[in-house]
């Protein structure tokens, strides 16, 4: 018996050896994750290339399209992106393949502005890239409106695929809202549409579900959704796979027409820039799609400072609806943006109309700082057309540096803007001989930017505006680490 205890506990000593020369060796080999001061170095996420871009410009017939790559592609390798028109097939809230698509032009050459007025007749522009044109690569249509009793710019940003999007804006009790989807994915997407109103969610039925083949598109008429909202917010998600969403707003009674921007997604701070300057209306939208109250803070930054709205710095929207704030006395005026605080999720944006008898309407929504950079495919400033940077620095102050990029001749050189913190900064774009892109790049040292670019025309009865939220540029992806794992493997 004694014997057997002793082989055991023997049996014991040499299981417990082994383990420790184990853990020995694992130490010894493992790498040091400890700073110089001894504290563990937090791995960071690894900033790559953008290698594929594809976007969509939803409804471009009788429009202007750009399509531009900065200079500075990354280290994606060479590339080339290629523009493709959709023919028409399905009319307006019908499907429309990809049989009659075209070819419009092939570009590799970073750093030169493509632009091109698109017949009538044609569907939506998709345009995709890959390598080096794909690392910053901008889209953009704009049209100026002359008919249906319209009269104004109308400009959005071509969009990316995307799970969800958001889009804040009158109602179709206020003015015809069409809804564009396509889906440039291989795979088939199921699309839902959520609309929420003054009154709160509405119900969609079978009406809000889109099945979208690969290559389809659709125009959907949001009055058949929702024929009653003065204001709205509308998600496009998707059960299965990806989709572009758009949407264009025609005021009732001439009052303006204009593309809604993609608004950033319900969070509890949201900044919303590119507040243009000069008379008119300035209504704040305001949708909280929580399923309880909330109380949003609306703060305003100007060239002068930030400033609470006397009466109207607190805003109380009920649990998924929307609320609209006319905030035209609070800003005087003045080029601005705002910065929303709540306790649950918001999203928001707001609507500007010009002056005149035949006053033209422009929508900014809340948006993202520009961290990696930003570029805007389509300015002018050529006699009754101007274009101007609207620049926020909410926290710190800003420093960017902005280069034109000209459709034809020489790049000027770059300039460099500071913008001080708490305070909004307008910059009048130079004068170029036809279109240019803008590319705006934050500099070392500078805090958060936000901003957008507004464009203006002068025209009989009064001023066309459309106004274009920065949006983050297509250079880089965040790669996560890799990290360590405590998983075990059993066979």
């Known amino acids: 018996m004694k014997s057997l205890i002793e082989n055991r506990f023997g049996l014991l000593v040499l299981v417990l050896v082994a383990l420790l020369a184990l853990y020995g060796t694992a130490a010894a080999t493992r790498p040091d994750r400890t700073a110089a001061g001894g504290a563990a170095a937090a791995p960071e996420p690894r900033r790559v290339p953008i290698s594929s871009v594809t976007t969509v410009c939803p409804a471009p017939a009788d429009t202007r399209v750009g399509v531009v790559t900065p200079p500075d592609g990354g280290d994606a390798g060479p590339g080339t992106a290629t523009i493709t028109v959709e023919g028409t097939g399905g009319g307006d809230g019908g499907d429309a393949g990809a049989a009659g698509d075209k070819v419009l032009d092939t570009l590799d050459t970073p750093g030169r502005l493509w632009q091109q007025e698109v017949p009538a007749g044609s569907g939506p522009v998709t345009v995709t890239a890959t390598g080096s044109s794909a690392a910053g690569l901008e889209s953009a249509q704009t049209r100026r409106e002359t008919s249906g009793g319209q009269r104004g710019l109308a400009g959005v940003r071509c969009v990316e695929p995307a799970a969800s999007t958001w889009l804040v804006g009158p109602g179709p009790a206020a003015a015809d809202v069409r809804l564009y ?21 509405v119900a969609g039925g079978t009406g809000g579900t889109i099945v979208l083949e690969p290559g389809g598109s659709r125009t959907v008429d949001l009055k058949e959704l929702a024929p009653s ?51 008119g209306k300035r209504e704040l939208l305001v949708a909280s799609p929580a399923e309880v109250d909330t109380l949003v803070e609306v703060k305003v930054l100007t060239p002068d400072g930030t400033y609470a709205l006397k009466g109207r710095e607190l805003v109380d ?38 002056t005149g008898k035949k006053p033209d309407v422009a929508f900014t929504a809340g948006a993202a700082p520009i961290d990696l950079g930003s570029v805007v495919a389509d300015n002018r400033t050529d006699g009754k057309r101007g274009s101007r940077l609207v620049l926020a620095a909410p926290e710190a102050e800003g420093k960017v540096s902005v280069q034109v990029l000209p459709r034809s001749g020489d790049a000027p050189e770059a300039f460099e803007l500071g913008i001080a913190a708490s305070r909004v900064k307008e910059v009048k774009l130079p004068e170029t001989d036809g279109s240019f892109a803008v590319v705006v790049l934050p500099l070392p040292g500078s805090g958060p930017v936000y901003g957008a670019r507004v464009m203006d025309e002068r025209i009989k009865d009064g001023l066309a505006l459309t106004v274009q939220p920065l949006a983050a540029a297509r250079m880089w992806a965040l790669v996560p680490p890799v990290t360590e794992s405590v998983a075990t493997v059993v066979p």
């Open 229 to 279: 909202p003065l204001v709205m917010a509308v998600e496009v998600r998707t059960a299965t796979g990806r989709v572009t969403a758009a949407a264009r707003a025609i005021m009732n009674g001439g009052r303006g027409v204009d593309w809604l921007p993609a608004a950033a997604a319900p969070a509890t701070r949201v900044v919303v820039p590119g507040v243009p300057g000069g008379g």
């Open 317 to 354: 929207v009920p649990a998924g609806s929307v609320v609209s704030v006319d905030l035209s006395t609070g800003i005087g005026g003045q080029p601005a943006a705002l910065v929303l605080t709540s306790e649950t999720p918001v999203v928001a944006g707001l609507a500007a109309t010009g």
């Open 181 to 201: 989807l396509s889906n440039p994915d291989p795979a088939r997407a199921v699309v839902e549409v959520l609309v929420y109103s003054g009154e709160g969610p």
